[in-house]
């Protein structure tokens, strides 16, 4: 038989949507955190939590639009992966979507700064531990 140890489960999760916006040029929009902030200076993927009686998607369309400025149809969201990571009393799902159509220019309305780099690239930044697993994945997608 089959023992399985027991599990602490974390207070509360905390879900979060985040998007790789795809360019073109097969390049992805990531964003520089700012100072102050938690895991400043720290680059990655746009996007934020979701709220009571959010859909992810809903969720991400809401928050590309407060940090970016830019029209997004949640519809054209497209499922990638998800990260899950413990973060002290909470624990972070972390879903990600690719986006390949928006409206607008992105711009850095809550960030330091934006950059677009090609996948491969992403990995010469420093990243959130949670938005690492997402460049081998994106790497293959793209």
């Known amino acids: 038989m089959l023992t399985v140890p027991p599990v602490s489960l974390p207070s509360a999760m905390l879900f979060v949507s985040a998007a790789a916006l795809v360019d073109r040029e097969g390049r992805?929009?990531?964003?520089?955190?700012?100072?102050?902030?938690?895991?400043?200076?720290?680059?990655?993927f746009p996007g934020g939590k979701v709220e009571p009686g959010e859909t992810p998607d809903v969720a991400l369309a809401r928050e590309l639009a407060e940090e970016l400025g830019i029209g997004v149809d949640p519809s054209k969201l497209v499922p990638a992966t998800f990260a899950s990571e413990a973060l002290g009393e909470r624990h972070l799902l972390l879903l990600l979507y690719t986006l390949r159509e928006w409206a607008g220019v992105?711009?850095?309305?809550?960030?330091s700064a934006l950059r677009w780099v090609v996948p491969g690239d992403l990995r010469r930044l420093e990243m959130p531990p949670a938005d690492l697993p997402f460049i081998a994945i994106l790497e293959a997608l793209l």
Not at 36 to 42: D, S
Not at 106 to 111: D, F, K, Q, S, T
Request: hydrophobic letters at 35%; glycine letters at 4%; charged letters at 25%.
């Open 106 to 111: 992105p711009e850095a309305r809550h960030a």
């Open 28 to 44: 992805v929009l990531v964003q520089q955190r700012p100072p102050g902030k938690p895991m400043e200076t720290l680059w990655e």
